[in-house]
Structures are given as structure tokens and as C-alpha cells.
């Protein structure tokens, strides 16, 4: 009897130790299953809802403040760079259409996991203008090393003076 129930034990152990080491694959679709936390499908990202291409990039919201939404994906980041100002809180938005990415702010501490079905939010202060590089920093296959994007911080003025598309693109700088 007591070597039944250490073996049921130790078999209820090894399936939660496995379970906790599959949050992708077991836990999250069962927590979106049972109705929890509707997040985004990542099949239809660029068609509807938050991630759709004339939301993405930096926007003036709410009112007085600003956020930026971005889309992780194999392999590179939409939009490939975005404008925002400087010393002023910036709030982050991403996403990922297919796997697991880690965009990161090189020259600072900052950084943001993109993971499938779910939005991941932050925010950041930028306190110096210039450019700062964001590459992937979670390998995610095989072009990994070529996935990266850029982010423009610059004065409050120039930034204001900037129209919604000018600010998910470099080329007009
Ligand atoms: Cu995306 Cu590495």
C-alpha cells in the first residue's frame, strides 16, 4: 500500500515538473482554453485587432503620452524602426506572430519578451537622444542573428513635428 502511494506521488511530481517546463506548449493554450486572458491570435495579427499595420509603431495614447506597438516574428521586428522622444515614458506593446523573441535595447538594461497569443507590456524612459539598435536576443532559428531593429530617440520638438507614419520609419530623418 505505502509503495502505491510513494509511486503515485512521485508520478504526480514528475508530470507537474513537466508541465512547468512546457508553459508554451501544455499551460498557455490550456489558461486560453478555459477562457483566461483572450490574447492575440497570432494567425490573424496583421488583419485585425491592436497589431494591425496602421497601429503599429509610436502613438500619441492615451493623450499626454505615448506608446509603441510591435510585432516580433521570424525574422525580423515590425516595424523594422521606430521614433520616440526623448525623457519622456514610453509605454511598449509586442507581440509575436510565431515563436518566442526577446527584443532587447542594447546600451541599456532594458528589455521585452515577445511571446505568441499574448502581449507583453513595459515601460521604458529614454534619457538621450541618437539611436540605439534592438536585436533578437532569444535564439529563434535560423535567422536569429540577422533579426534586428532600431529605435530613434529624439528631441520632443523634432518628435512633434513628425507625422504618424514618420514615426515607424527611419527614412524620413
Ligand atoms: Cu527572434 Cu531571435
Known sequence: M????????G?????LALLSTRFYMV????????GGDN??????LHLRGEFVESNLGTAEYPAGSFTVRMIAQQYDF???CVVVPVGVQVRFRITSADTVHLLTFLGTDYGLKALPGTITEAT??????GTLKIPCHEFCGAGHYTM?????VVPKEQFAALRPNERRTCDAR
Open 2 to 9: 505505502k509503495k502505491k502511494i510513494e509511486f503515485a506521488a
Open 11 to 15: 508520478m504526480a511530481l514528475f508530470a
Open 27 to 34: 499551460d498557455l493554450p490550456v489558461w486560453h482554453f478555459l
Open 39 to 44: 490574447g492575440p491570435d497570432p494567425a490573424t
Open 78 to 80: 515590425v516595424p523594422q
Open 124 to 129: 521604458f524612459t529614454f534619457p538621450k537622444s
Open 148 to 152: 534586428r531593429s532600431q529605435l530613434d
